[in-house]
């Protein structure tokens, strides 16, 4: 069973939050859902449906329900020392060498962030 509910969860990620939580019945589900987890003492986090998330805000969100995680969540993991790419300033990812191929910056190299296209940071080396 709680395979199956997990299932529609991953199936309803790209899903607008319109389509989800708007039906009578769905809010009923989240509420009965709430009032549960509170009875047993378990905290639940709810986070507005977005586009793209800053990592900062949602760590900070987590820390505000999950107190003492504030220390473990402030620094992204760090990429193995004999990785000479860095790391993505705005989500801590891995970056790729790239070569612009036409515009004003052919020819020119620049690190690419490797969560394009949900990350487009760019860092110029030329």
């Not at 019945?25 to 998330?53: E, M």
């Not at 620094?75 to 060498?97: D, F, G, I, N, R």
């Not at 910056?105 to 760019?122: G, L, S």
Request: charged share 25%; proline share 9%; with cysteine.
């Amino acid at each position: 069973m709680l395979f199956r509910h997990v299932m529609r969860i991953r199936d309803l990620v790209d899903c607008p939050p319109e389509f989800i939580h708007n039906r009578k019945d769905r809010q009923d589900r989240d509420a009965f859902l709430d009032r549960a987890l509170n009875a047993a003492g378990l905290a639940i986090l709810h986070i507005k449906a977005a586009r793209t998330y800053s990592i900062r805000e949602v760590q900070q969100r987590i820390a505000s329900v999950l107190p003492g995680t504030a220390c473990t969540l402030s620094a992204p993991p760090p990429l193995p020392a004999e990785s000479s790419e860095p790391s993505c300033p705005k989500c801590h990812t891995a970056m790729v060498q790239r070569k612009a191929a036409k515009g004003p910056h052919a020819c020119k190299r620049f690190w690419a962030c490797t969560n394009y296209p949900r990350c487009r940071e760019i860092i110029g080396i030329d």
